[in-house]
Every structure is written in structure tokens, then in C-alpha cells.
């Protein structure tokens, strides 16, 4: 037992240093001694001390004469050290019920045997107070421990707490300046926007009058047109109307669009009607007049009010001012002349109403266009703003969030370090406390432990020392019997019971009596293991960055802390990646693909192939266009000459495609015009192998009202008939019979109006799902004149483009090349055949050429 103890002793010495420094002192002081060393040790005048000490000797006065006298005198008698003497009663007589040795024997192995029993309780009250301190002591550390991780944890949450709410006091006034300037900065952008389109309103007011006032020129005065040569820099000069309601109309346009609009198509008509009939001179009185009309208009007031230097009236008024200081007559008055006077500034040309009017529809359709982008840059800004908005509002709230969040957990964390510090702080001052009790109470044990065995000891050796004493010769065995072996303990922690036994290994002979085999005491007293408990995982916060890489974090909260070498809590915190992609990164491309076939049979196709977008651009990163070299190549193929394949000048069509033509036969092209286009058509079709072509025929014009206008582009709630309002006429549906409809186009009448090609190529689309499934989709559109609005004209063609190939034909020096060029898919050259004059039309390279980039078999 004696060495459980000193172990348990050593354990405690964990602690710490200055506690093992403490606690080996205490193990010289505290050791408990064996049997033999204390036998070994003690002298016979010593353990008779010892005896005489013992109340139990007193109890009997025979003993004590036996003991005090007689026992004590024979010591002396042998020679052994002086011994102090007790002080007692001498008996008068010899003591009777002692006289026999057995008698003190039996008494002594009595005292021997109380002194057993008193060393068994001894060694269970010490051992169970050992073990239930010492398991105290453990909790007691642990605790502390505890306590200080929870400290440190705690700690270290405030720390991060404090970085957080450190790092939104930065961030949150930098993302609202952000928000502030974006809003200000998107304020004036939308007022801007608002202004010009409330502008270009004001001009749609004016062209809408000037066409309400030309109607349907039944009843509108002449209006010729006026080229000023000199008035501004450019081509034309100035262009204005000799008309006295329209020209001050035309004056009131604000925006520099729609005065460039009305520049831009009357300079054309000008154009055109001065290819008909020679300009003429316009008088003196007419320039005057005009400039009248014109008011304060700036670019031709500039010029206009230059005099001119050859006038009659001008040489007379500079005679007039040296009159005074001469004696002559005065001038006498310009007679006026018969016929008008010549004037080579301006020019006048002849105004046709109905040609006045187209170009004002194309002036209105183009200020709409205008509006309409307008309006759509203003959508897009609210849009863009309104996203970027509510992305800074969202960084905003997420930033409060983070700082209401952290505030709340530095609150919470300072709050449990500082609980945890006053509970480590106090258990460790409890501890200290019942480290001195402990350390005293088993000084106590051991010190007991060692008086009652050389209590017994003593008795032993003064049991021997009466036989000696009297000469006689008795065998003598006491008792002895194994240490405890304890049972297993009927709780594994928070107390239990447990059963010690051991065994007798000497049987007693006239000694002292074996003392019980079995005893109960309590075992494992240390408190149970408390594993830790987590909550539920809470949301996760708003990422660190929007973009280059950011974190985010999630909590759960500890329900239960770890207590007595439980478990330990699993992780509370997460933390993950995000946002990872770059915030600039150019995109990423895919290999090229393989070349695809050959477009035309001769005079030279293209192959072609391509890179795909694998992964779009982010930021400021950049991608190139579809159409960019980097993911768009063409190779030349098939360069020799088409005319080994000719028949009679001309290539017949052998592919099996599905081929719709798109005829304009607007005002512009003119009488000739017209002629030559179908010419073109009819040749065309003559040539189509009708075994695998089938060909669809559409001529198209344009409205000559504003109100049809509107029907015709779906802005109006009425709809329109095509062939009445929008000029627009199905000749043909997908069909094969190729001569007949070529024979139909020699007599097809010229609608002679606008050009409405937007919707043209808007009914193209349509009639594609009569196509065949297994056939190539090709649109030929073949036009002369700028469509009425631009804008969509480019979104019908992109639209288009999706379901066919397009092929552009611009014919004459009016055709919207530039706009064309725009349009068309890669490689251009195969999809736009130039005819810069319309009579070429009637060449067969032409038709040639159309039917080459438009089939890739052609028949031999």
C-alpha cells in the first residue's frame, strides 16, 4: 500500500515543477516504512516505550508490573543502553493471571491484531481519500485547462472580431463613396440622355408637321430645292427648301442628327433630279428672300451675310457715303430688270412633292432610329446602374452584417474570456488550496501508517523479549497474508464500489490472528468525461473580394464545452474559398477546328475554321470577336476561272439549295433601273437548275406615309397590309418552276416608293420554314437605296444571318455600301457583288458571279 500511495504522490507531481520540487521533499517525510526496516531499526528499550505508551498496557496492571519491572530489569541486566524509566505502582505481590507467558502472549497478539485492523482502515481511509483528492485535484486541472483554451479561444475570437470590425470601418465609407459617385455619376449620364431624347422628340414633332403639311401633296405650294455651294464646307454645300411653311420648319430642328439627316437625303435628291433636268441660277431677289426665310439659322447666315461686292445697290451706297464732299447729281434709282439677274451662289433645282416627301419619311424613320438608341443607351444606363447599385448596396449590407456580427461576437467573446479567466483563476486558487490540505492529510497517513506499524513492531519484539526474559523456548508465528487485489470497480467514473480480498499466506501459531480477507471501498471518484456539443452550422457571410479570390466563413456555436478529458469540440469555424475567378482574365479558346469544304467550285471560295469560347472574359479581361483573326481563318480555294464551265456565257446553278431573292424596286433606283434589276433577276432565275433549286422572289419598296410606316414596323396597334402600305409583294413562293417565274419578272411593275428593307428582310425570315430540311438556305438581296431606318435594318439582317446565308448586291453609287459592309458575314468578298452602275446589271459576269459565290456545284 505503501508504494500505491508514493505513486500516486509522484503522479500529482505533473502539476508542474515547482509542485515536483514540492512534492519530492514531501516524499522523504511522507514515505510510509516496511515492517522489516522498522524491526531492523527499533531497539528493545525503544519498542518497550512504545508498549508502555499504549493505553491497552494500562488496563492491566499485572502487564504493567510484567513490563515496567520485570522486563525493564532484565534489559538492564543484559547490558543494553539506559532507558528512561515510567513512573508506575509497584505491585506488592507477583501478578497471578500472568504468571504464564501466554497470558502477555495473548494479550500482546490482541494488541497486535487491534493494531492490524487500525492499519487496514488506516490504509483504506488514506487510500480512498488519495484517490478521490487526487482524482479532485486532476478535475481541478483539467478544469483549468479548460477554462484557459476557452480563454485562449475566446481571445482569439475577440482579436478577429476587432480585425473585422477594423476592416468594415475601412471598407464601408469606401464602398459608399463608391455608391455615392456611381450615382451621381449615372444622375448626370440619364440627364444627359433624358435632354437629347427630349430633344430628338421635338425633332420627330417638326418632320411629323412637314409631312402632315405635304400630305399627300394634293394641295402643297412648289418646293424646290436650294443648293447654296459656298454656304458650308462639303460636297453639296447647304440644303434648303424654296417653300415658305416647310423651309422655317426645317429651321427649328435642334439636334445636329436631324439636320444632318435633312442635309444628307435632300443633297441626294438634289442629286438626283439635277441627273434629270440642269439646276438654274437663282435671282438676287430670291437669295434675299431665302435669306429671310431662313432667319437666323448660323451656317447659312455666316455666308449670307457677306455682301456682295459686284451688286449695283452696293457700288451706289459706297458713292453715297463721299456724296457730301461732292457737287454732282445724285444715282439714280436701279431700274429693275426685265428678266431675272443671275446669281452664281445658289442654285435652285426642281422640287418634286411626292420625291420631297419620301426623303422627309427617311428623314423621320432616321430620327426615330436616333430616339429609339436613345432610349435604348438610357435603359441600358438605368439597367447597368441599377445592377451595379444594387451590387454596391448588397457589398454595403453584407459589410454591416460582418460589423453587426463581429461587434455581437467581440461582445460575446470578451464576455466569455473574461468568464473563463475568473473561472480558471478561481478553480486554480481552489486547487492550490486542496494541494496544501492534500499534502497535509497524507503527511498525516503516512505518519499514522508508520505509528501503527511500529506499534506493532514494538509489540512483536516485546512479545519475543518475555520468552527470552523467562528462559523458555515457544514457537511463534503470526498471520501474514497477501496484499489487497481490488475487483473491478462497478462504475467506470462519477464514484462506484469496489470489492479488495487477499489471501492468507501464513497461518497464525500462538501469534497474532489473520485480520478479514475481504473489504469495500469506493473507486473511481473522478468526475465522467463530458464530450463537447456544436450547434448547427449558421449561414455562410459574404465573401472577402467579388472577384482575384476571397473567403467566407461559418460558425456553430458550442452547446456543451469539453469538461474532464471528454472529447474535444470539432471545428466551429469554416472557412472556403471563393469568388475565385480572376478579376481581369482574358477568355479562353478552343483549338481550331478542322477546315470545313470549299464555298464556290471556281474564282476562287474559302475554307474556313474556327475557335469556340471556353471560358468567357471577367473584368477588364478581353476576348476576341467571332470574326477576329485570332478565332476566325479562311484559306483561298478552287482559284481557277469558271469558264470551262459555261453554256452559252452563263453558269447554270446545280446545288440543292433554297434560294430566296430580295428585289428592291424603290424610287431611287429609277426607271432604268428598274428595267436593268429585272433583267438581272430574270437571267438569274433562267439559270437555276430547277431539279435542284428552288427559288423564291420578293420585290420590295417602302411606305409613303408615316402612318403606314408605323403599321408596317409593328408600332402601330393596326396591322398593315403589306402590299398597300409597306410596298411589299410576294411574286413567288419556294418553287421550281424557274422559266415560268422568269418569264413573270420581265413584266413586273415598279412600285417606285421608299425603302422599307428592314421588313423585307423580316418576311424573308418567315418564309424560310418553307424551305426544304436537306437544302442550303441562301438570301440574294439586291438593293440600290438606303433603307428607310438603318437600325433595323441591321437587327433584321443579324436575325437573318442566323438562319442563312446572306448575299448583298448594292447596285448604283447611291447603295449603302459602307452599311452593307457592315452587315455582311466573312469573308466579305463572297458575300457582297458590287454593281457600281445599274446598267451592268445586263452583263452576264454578273449574273456569273452570283450564281459562282451562291452554289458551291455547278453543272458542266
Given at each position: 500500500?505503501?508504494?500505491?500511495?508514493?505513486?500516486?504522490?509522484?503522479?500529482?507531481?505533473?502539476?508542474?515543477?515547482t509542485?515536483?520540487a514540492?512534492?519530492?521533499?514531501?516524499?522523504?517525510?511522507?514515505?510510509?516504512?516496511?515492517?522489516?526496516?522498522?524491526?531492523?531499526?527499533?531497539?528493545?528499550?525503544?519498542?518497550?516505550?512504545?508498549?508502555?505508551?499504549?493505553?491497552?498496557?494500562?488496563?492491566?496492571?499485572?502487564?504493567?508490573?510484567?513490563l515496567?519491572?520485570?522486563?525493564?530489569?532484565?534489559?538492564?541486566s543484559n547490558?543494553?543502553?539506559?532507558?528512561?524509566?515510567?513512573?508506575?505502582?509497584?505491585?506488592?505481590?507477583?501478578?497471578?493471571?500472568?504468571?504464564?507467558?501466554?497470558?502477555?502472549?495473548?494479550?500482546?497478539?490482541a494488541?497486535?491484531?487491534?493494531?492490524?485492523?487500525?492499519l487496514d482502515?488506516?490504509?483504506?481511509t488514506?487510500?480512498?481519500?488519495?484517490?478521490?483528492?487526487?482524482?479532485?485535484l486532476?478535475?481541478?486541472?483539467?478544469?483549468?485547462a479548460?477554462?484557459?483554451?476557452?480563454?485562449a479561444?475566446?481571445?482569439?475570437?475577440?482579436l478577429k472580431?476587432?480585425?473585422?470590425?477594423?476592416?468594415?470601418?475601412?471598407k464601408?465609407p469606401?464602398?459608399?463613396?463608391e455608391?455615392?459617385?456611381?450615382n451621381?455619376?449615372?444622375?448626370?449620364?440619364q440627364?444627359?440622355?433624358?435632354?437629347?431624347?427630349?430633344?430628338?422628340k421635338?425633332?420627330?414633332n417638326?418632320?411629323?408637321?412637314?409631312?402632315d403639311?405635304?400630305?399627300?401633296?394634293s394641295?402643297?405650294?412648289?418646293?424646290?430645292?436650294?443648293?447654296?455651294?459656298?454656304?458650308?464646307?462639303?460636297?453639296?454645300g447647304?440644303?434648303m427648301?424654296?417653300?415658305?411653311?416647310?423651309?422655317?420648319?426645317?429651321?427649328?430642328?435642334?439636334?445636329s442628327?436631324?439636320?444632318?439627316y435633312?442635309?444628307?437625303?435632300?443633297?441626294?435628291?438634289?442629286?438626283?433630279?439635277?441627273?434629270?433636268?440642269?439646276?438654274?441660277?437663282?435671282?438676287?431677289?430670291?437669295?434675299?428672300?431665302?435669306?429671310?426665310?431662313?432667319?437666323?439659322?448660323?451656317?447659312?447666315?455666316?455666308?449670307?451675310?457677306a455682301p456682295d461686292?459686284?451688286?449695283?445697290?452696293f457700288?451706289a451706297?459706297?458713292?453715297?457715303?463721299s456724296?457730301?464732299?461732292l457737287?454732282?447729281?445724285?444715282?439714280p434709282?436701279?431700274?429693275?430688270?426685265?428678266?431675272?439677274?443671275?446669281?452664281?451662289?445658289?442654285?435652285?433645282?426642281?422640287?418634286?412633292?411626292?420625291?420631297i416627301r419620301?426623303?422627309?419619311?427617311?428623314?423621320?424613320?432616321?430620327?426615330?432610329?436616333?430616339?429609339?438608341?436613345?432610349?435604348?443607351?438610357?435603359?441600358d444606363?438605368?439597367?447597368?446602374?441599377?445592377?451595379?447599385?444594387v451590387?454596391?448596396k448588397?457589398?454595403?449590407?453584407?459589410?454591416?452584417?460582418?460589423?453587426r456580427n463581429?461587434?455581437?461576437?467581440?461582445?460575446?467573446?470578451t464576455?466569455?474570456?473574461v468568464?473563463?479567466?475568473?473561472?480558471?483563476?478561481?478553480?486554480?486558487?481552489?486547487?492550490?488550496?486542496?494541494?496544501?490540505?492534500?499534502?497535509?492529510?497524507?503527511?498525516?497517513?503516512?505518519?499514522?501508517?508508520?505509528?501503527?506499524?511500529?506499534?506493532?513492531?514494538a509489540?512483536?519484539?516485546?512479545?519475543?523479549?518475555?520468552?527470552k526474559?523467562?528462559?523458555?523456548?515457544?514457537?511463534?508465528?503470526?498471520?501474514?497474508?497477501?496484499?489487497?487485489?481490488?475487483?473491478e470497480?462497478?462504475?467506470?467514473?462519477?464514484?462506484?464500489?469496489?470489492?479488495?480480498?487477499r489471501?492468507?499466506?501464513?497461518?497464525?501459531v500462538?501469534?497474532?490472528?489473520?485480520?478479514?480477507?475481504?473489504e469495500?471501498e469506493?473507486?473511481?471518484?473522478?468526475?465522467?468525461?463530458?464530450?463537447?456539443?456544436?450547434?448547427?452550422?449558421?449561414?455562410w457571410?459574404?465573401?472577402?473580394?467579388?472577384?482575384g479570390?476571397?473567403?467566407?466563413?461559418r460558425?456553430?456555436?458550442?452547446v456543451?464545452?469539453?469538461?474532464?478529458?471528454?472529447?474535444?469540440?470539432?471545428?466551429?469555424?469554416?472557412?472556403?474559398?471563393c469568388?475565385?475567378?480572376?478579376?481581369?482574365?482574358?477568355?479562353?479558346?478552343?483549338?481550331?477546328?478542322?477546315?470545313?469544304?470549299?464555298?464556290?467550285?471556281?474564282?476562287?471560295?474559302?475554307?474556313?475554321?474556327?475557335?469556340?469560347?471556353?471560358?468567357?472574359?471577367?473584368?477588364?479581361?478581353?476576348c476576341?470577336?467571332?470574326t477576329?483573326?485570332a478565332?476566325?481563318?479562311?484559306?483561298?480555294?478552287?482559284?481557277h476561272?469558271?469558264?470551262?464551265?459555261?453554256?452559252?456565257h452563263?453558269?447554270?446553278?446545280?446545288?440543292?439549295?433554297?434560294?430566296t431573292?430580295?428585289?428592291?424596286?424603290?424610287?431611287?433606283?429609277?426607271?432604268?433601273?428598274?428595267?436593268?434589276?429585272?433583267?438581272?433577276?430574270?437571267?438569274?432565275?433562267e439559270?437555276?437548275?430547277?431539279?435542284?433549286?428552288?427559288?423564291?422572289?420578293?420585290?420590295?419598296?417602302?411606305?409613303?406615309?408615316?402612318?403606314?410606316?408605323?403599321?408596317?414596323?409593328?408600332?402601330?396597334?393596326?396591322?398593315?397590309?403589306m402590299?398597300k402600305?409597306?410596298?411589299?409583294?410576294?411574286?413567288?413562293?419556294?418553287?421550281?418552276?424557274?422559266?415560268?417565274?422568269?418569264?413573270?419578272?420581265?413584266?413586273?411593275?415598279?412600285?417606285?416608293?421608299?425603302?422599307?428593307?428592314?421588313?423585307?428582310?423580316?418576311?424573308?425570315?418567315?418564309?424560310?420554314?418553307?424551305?426544304?430540311?436537306?437544302?442550303?438556305?441562301v438570301?440574294?438581296?439586291?438593293?440600290?437605296?438606303?433603307?428607310?431606318?438603318?437600325?433595323?435594318?441591321?437587327?433584321?439582317?443579324?436575325?437573318?444571318?442566323?438562319?442563312?446565308r446572306?448575299i448583298?448586291?448594292?447596285?448604283?453609287?447611291?447603295?449603302?455600301?459602307?452599311?452593307?459592309?457592315?452587315?455582311a458575314?466573312?469573308?466579305?468578298?463572297?458575300?457582297i457583288?458590287?454593281?457600281n452602275?445599274?446598267?451592268?446589271?445586263?452583263?452576264?459576269?454578273?449574273?456569273?458571279?452570283?450564281?459562282?459565290?451562291?452554289?458551291?456545284?455547278?453543272?458542266?
Open positions: 500500500m505503501a508504494r500505491r500511495v508514493l505513486l500516486s504522490i509522484a503522479g500529482a507531481a505533473l502539476l508542474g515543477q509542485d515536483a514540492m512534492m519530492r521533499v514531501e516524499e522523504v517525510s511522507m514515505a510510509v516504512m516496511s515492517k522489516k526496516d522498522i524491526m531492523a531499526r527499533m531497539t528493545n528499550e525503544e519498542a518497550l516505550h512504545k508498549v508502555m505508551q499504549l493505553p491497552k498496557i494500562h488496563e492491566s496492571s499485572d502487564m504493567v508490573e510484567l515496567g519491572t520485570d522486563l525493564t530489569n532484565h534489559l538492564k547490558g543494553t543502553a539506559h532507558m528512561h524509566r515510567h513512573h508506575h505502582k509497584k505491585a506488592k505481590d507477583a501478578p497471578k493471571g500472568y504468571a504464564a507467558l501466554s497470558g502477555a502472549r495473548d494479550m500482546l497478539n494488541m497486535m491484531s487491534d493494531a492490524q485492523a487500525k482502515v488506516e490504509l483504506a488514506c487510500g480512498n481519500y488519495n484517490d478521490e483528492t487526487l482524482g479532485e486532476e478535475r481541478m486541472r483539467m478544469d483549468v479548460s477554462y484557459n483554451a476557452m480563454a479561444d475566446a481571445r482569439a475570437l475577440v472580431s476587432q480585425g473585422s470590425i477594423a476592416f468594415t470601418q475601412r464601408l469606401e464602398v459608399e463613396l455608391l455615392e459617385e456611381h451621381k455619376k449615372c444622375e448626370d449620364e440627364a444627359a440622355l433624358a435632354e437629347q431624347i427630349q430633344i430628338v421635338d425633332d420627330l417638326v418632320t411629323a408637321g412637314i409631312l403639311i405635304i400630305g399627300d401633296c394641295s402643297t405650294a412648289q418646293a424646290n430645292l436650294i443648293q447654296c455651294g459656298h454656304c458650308v464646307k462639303g460636297k453639296r447647304y440644303m427648301i424654296q417653300n415658305d411653311v416647310l423651309q422655317p420648319l426645317i429651321n427649328r430642328l435642334k439636334s442628327a436631324a439636320k444632318a435633312v442635309q444628307n437625303h435632300l443633297g441626294q435628291l438634289f442629286d438626283q433630279m439635277s441627273d434629270e433636268q440642269e439646276p438654274q441660277q437663282l435671282t438676287q431677289e430670291a437669295v434675299r428672300h431665302q435669306t429671310r426665310l431662313m432667319g437666323r439659322t448660323t451656317a447659312f447666315r455666316k455666308q449670307m451675310d461686292t459686284s451688286d449695283p445697290e457700288i451706297s459706297l458713292g453715297n457715303e456724296a457730301d464732299n457737287n454732282i447729281s445724285e444715282v434709282d436701279v431700274t429693275a430688270p426685265i428678266e431675272c439677274a443671275p446669281n452664281n451662289k445658289c442654285v435652285l433645282g426642281e422640287g418634286s412633292c411626292v420625291k419620301d426623303r422627309f419619311l427617311y428623314v423621320q424613320a432616321g430620327i426615330q432610329d436616333m430616339l429609339e438608341k436613345l432610349q435604348g443607351d438610357l435603359k444606363s438605368i439597367d447597368s446602374c441599377g445592377k451595379v447599385r451590387e454596391k448588397s457589398h454595403i449590407a453584407d459589410l454591416n452584417d460582418q460589423q463581429a461587434q455581437t461576437q467581440l461582445a460575446t467573446s464576455k466569455d474570456q468568464s473563463s479567466e475568473s473561472s480558471s483563476n478561481t478553480i486554480a486558487e481552489e486547487h492550490s488550496t486542496l494541494k496544501a490540505e492534500y499534502a497535509k492529510k497524507m503527511k498525516e497517513c503516512c505518519d499514522e501508517q508508520n505509528d501503527l506499524k511500529s506499534e506493532m513492531c509489540l512483536e519484539k516485546i512479545r519475543g523479549e518475555l520468552y526474559m523467562k528462559g523458555e523456548s515457544v514457537f511463534i508465528t503470526d498471520c501474514e497474508v497477501s496484499d489487497f487485489k481490488a475487483g470497480c462497478s462504475a467506470t467514473c462519477g464514484g462506484g464500489f469496489l470489492t479488495k480480498t489471501s492468507i499466506l501464513v497461518h497464525p500462538n501469534g497474532m490472528a489473520c485480520p478479514p480477507l475481504t469495500k469506493s473507486c473511481n471518484m473522478q468526475a465522467c468525461p463530458i464530450d463537447c456539443v456544436v450547434g448547427e452550422w449558421e449561414g457571410s459574404g465573401c472577402s473580394a467579388q472577384c479570390g476571397g473567403v467566407r466563413e460558425m456553430r456555436p458550442v456543451t464545452q469539453m469538461q474532464y478529458d471528454g472529447k474535444p469540440c470539432e471545428d466551429t469555424e469554416e472557412t472556403e474559398g469568388n475565385s475567378h480572376s478579376c481581369n482574365a482574358d477568355c479562353i479558346l478552343s483549338d481550331w477546328s478542322d477546315w470545313g469544304a470549299c464555298t464556290q467550285a471556281c474564282w476562287g471560295g474559302t475554307k474556313r475554321r474556327e475557335k469556340s469560347i471556353v471560358t468567357p472574359a471577367a473584368g477588364t479581361g478581353t476576341p470577336d467571332a477576329d483573326e478565332r476566325l481563318q479562311f484559306v483561298n480555294c478552287n482559284t476561272s469558271c469558264s470551262s464551265l459555261y453554256k452559252n452563263y453558269l447554270t446553278c446545280n446545288s440543292k439549295i433554297d434560294l431573292i430580295l428585289m428592291d424596286g424603290s424610287g431611287s433606283l429609277g426607271w432604268w433601273g428598274w428595267y436593268y434589276s429585272r433583267k438581272f433577276v430574270s437571267n438569274l432565275i439559270h437555276l437548275d430547277p431539279s435542284n433549286v428552288e427559288v423564291a422572289l420578293q420585290v420590295f419598296s417602302g411606305p409613303t406615309t408615316w402612318g403606314e410606316y408605323e403599321r408596317c414596323i409593328g408600332v402601330s396597334a393596326d396591322a398593315p397590309d402590299e402600305d409597306c410596298k411589299i409583294t410576294w411574286t413567288s413562293r419556294f418553287t421550281n418552276k424557274t422559266d415560268a417565274l422568269a418569264d413573270k419578272v420581265k413584266k413586273l411593275a415598279w412600285p417606285a416608293s421608299t425603302t422599307l428593307t428592314s421588313v423585307a428582310l423580316a418576311e424573308a425570315q418567315s418564309q424560310l420554314v418553307n424551305g426544304r430540311e436537306d437544302a442550303n438556305s438570301v440574294l438581296v439586291i438593293t440600290d437605296g438606303m433603307p428607310l431606318s438603318q437600325e433595323r435594318t441591321k437587327t433584321a439582317a443579324q436575325k437573318l444571318m442566323e438562319q442563312a446572306v448583298w448586291v448594292p447596285v448604283g453609287g447611291s447603295a449603302p455600301l459602307s452599311m452593307i459592309e457592315e452587315l458575314s466573312l469573308p466579305k468578298k463572297e458575300n457583288i458590287d454593281i452602275y445599274t446598267y451592268k446589271m445586263g452583263w452576264a459576269y454578273f449574273v456569273n458571279k452570283v450564281i459562282a459565290q451562291s452554289c458551291p456545284t455547278l453543272s458542266r
